[in-house]
T-cell receptor, first 112, second 114 residues
Framework: GQQLNQSPQSMFIQEGEDVSMNCTSS?????WLWYKQDPGEGPVLLIA?????ELTSNGRLTAQFGITRKDSFLNISASIPSDVGIYFC????????????FGQGTILTVHP | DARVTQTPRDKVTEMGQEVTMRCQPI?????VFWYRQTMMQGLELLAY????????DSGMPKDRFSAEMPDATLATLKIQPSEPRDSAVYFC????????????FGQGTRLTVV
């Protein structure tokens, strides 16, 4: 089955630093989604990307749909303590439209 | 305030007992997913439904797990008999349907089988 490789697995940063994480796949996809999960909660949708090359922002978050349609990047600028959590990439496969597969997640820790 | 509602939030049960988890999808969403989250495996898709019909349940252990949608406002995931290895957080998510892949998650059911 399809696999999403998300990196890094974890990050420890200082408040105020910028963060970058990415997700790659061996298959081409139509949609990339980025979620954040706080402890004890379900994942919450942050950004959705629909076209190759698309660059979308949501506050301090910026995500890009790779030109090859096999990767995506999420950047967080000027991190704050509440950015702590697990960030997941996900996509809806081309052959099973609507079936979301998730990456393994990036655990972000922000030191004040 | 539209949201996916899952019950119970926490469940502790003894091995061999039946467990039923319930999910109320967002009104108007016709696609429902069941995911299981563990430290080792991450978020695994167990099954998903569209218009109450199961589209894919290949991620679900068939001998003990079953998923149904008795009506458009209720999805259930049942484990019978439960085993300690079933301990995990189970999430339900719903989406509007084809052309709208964004899924919205409930708060999850934390299952502990002792």
């Amino acid at each position: 089955g399809q696999q999403l490789n998300q990196s890094p697995q974890s990050m420890f940063i200082q408040e105020g630093e910028d963060v970058s994480m990415n997700c790659t796949s061996s298959s081409i996809f139509n949609t990339w989604l980025w979620y954040k999960q706080d402890p004890g909660e379900g994942p919450v949708l942050l950004i959705a990307l629909y076209k190759a090359g698309e660059l979308t922002s949501n506050g301090r978050l910026t995500a890009q749909f790779g030109i090859t349609r096999k990767d995506s990047f999420l950047n967080i600028s000027a991190s704050i303590p509440s950015d702590v959590g697990i960030y997941f990439c996900a996509n809806a496969g081309g052959t099973s439209y609507g079936k979301l597969t998730f990456g393994q997640g990036t655990i972000l820790t922000v030191h004040p | 305030d539209a949201r996916v509602t899952q019950t119970p939030r926490d469940k502790v049960t003894e091995m061999g007992q039946e467990v039923t988890m319930r999910c109320q999808p967002i009104l108007g969403h016709n696609t429902v997913f069941w995911y299981r989250q563990t430290m080792m495996q991450g978020l695994e898709l167990l099954a998903y439904f569209r218009n109450r019909a199961p589209l894919d349940d290949s991620g679900m252990p068939k001998d003990r797990f079953s998923a149904e949608m008795p009506d458009a406002t209720l999805a259930t995931l049942k484990i019978q008999p439960s085993e300690p290895r079933d301990s995990a957080v189970y999430f339900c998510a719903s989406a509007r349907g084809v052309g709208f892949p964004e899924a919205f998650f409930g708060q999850g059911t934390r299952l502990t089988v002792v």
